[in-house]
């Protein structure tokens, strides 16, 4: 009897928050179940009553009555080296968190690299153990989204996949809880060698990212698109691969520099292979931007602690974070989604490496 005082006087009920409010105990249970069949006065008694007695809610029980875990998973096919290591994926979950934030959805983030890693995350990702799933730097034709839709979970990718096409058109991604939010990789990467272009460079060699990614592809098709718009012809030994990296991007540069001592400019696919391209071209003895300029893209905070300070084109990182995020709240939640395809804009910065 004492015991069950004590516990009661520790851990605030559900009735003494109702109480406290002046509301009635299913009015609290829609505050904290996050519907939206309250009355802002209410909503706002019942978050005071809440703050006031220290409330917490029981999760195993309100699972039971909303059929939901209030957690979402980030999955990212990257190593954690590079998912710790790289700006991009900071600000991707900076943008992610402060959308979460205004709702009671928690966030767990987990790297699936390796086969083992993939299994392991595969198993976990059920509605029982999670309400939607955001999936980044997808590579190849990665069955995991058409998996998840099949199971009924919401999902939103970061980046188009190589494979999108493979797993349905608009009109069939608007049946299941599937979208997606991209930047415009291919416009940007134009803007890119526009801009070398007008500089007077007409030796302009590109580092691109890996084929295998839709953003790799993007920003290697819209380079070339660049050129073929000036009336260049576009020599594939002028293109070097990396995978993001400062270091693949240095060793692109030196083996396009193997190839083709007269480069004049460099457009590279990300900041970090950009900034590997500026020191091997500093190694060679050559000027940047005087022999070689060089364009990279993101706009990473890199970007403006090289020296020269580096142009690139600005990737709206955190936003397509809070885009994710918004979207797969609104799928949870059951809202209309207008369109699965969500491509953000980009615009060139120009500094000093140009």
Known sequence: ??????RSAGRPTL????????????????????????SASARAAVEQAIDELGYVPNRAARALVTQRTDSVALVVSESEERVFGEPFFAGIIRGISSVLFETPLQLWLAMAQSKAEQDRVEHHLTPQHVDGVLLLS?????????????????????GQPSGLAAL??????????????DADNEGGAQLAVEHLLSRGRRRIAAIAGPQDMGVGVARLAGFRRGLRMSGLPVEESMVGYGDFSEASGAAAMRALFARHPDIDAVYAASDLMAVGAMRVIKERGLRVPHDVAVVGFEDSLV???????????????????????????????????????VVLDTHLVVRESS
């Open 1 to 6: 009897m004492s015991q069950q005082r004590t």
């Open 303 to 341: 970007a403006r602690q090289t020296e020269p300070a580096l142009s690139t084109v600005h990737q709206p990182v955190e936003a397509m974070g809070r885009e994710m995020a918004r979207l797969l709240v609104a799928h949870i939640r059951g809202d209309d989604v207008p369109s699965p395809l």
């Open 168 to 181: 349905a058109g608009e009109a069939e991604l608007r049946d299941t809880h599937l979208s997606c939010v």
């Open 138 to 158: 997808l590579h190849g034709d990665d069955p995991l989204p058409a998996l998840l839709a099949r199971r009924g979970l919401p999902v939103v990718l970061g």
């Open 15 to 38: 009735d003494q928050v109702a109480a406290r409010a002046g509301v009635g105990r299913g009015t609290v249970s829609r505050v904290v179940n996050g519907s939206p069949q309250v």
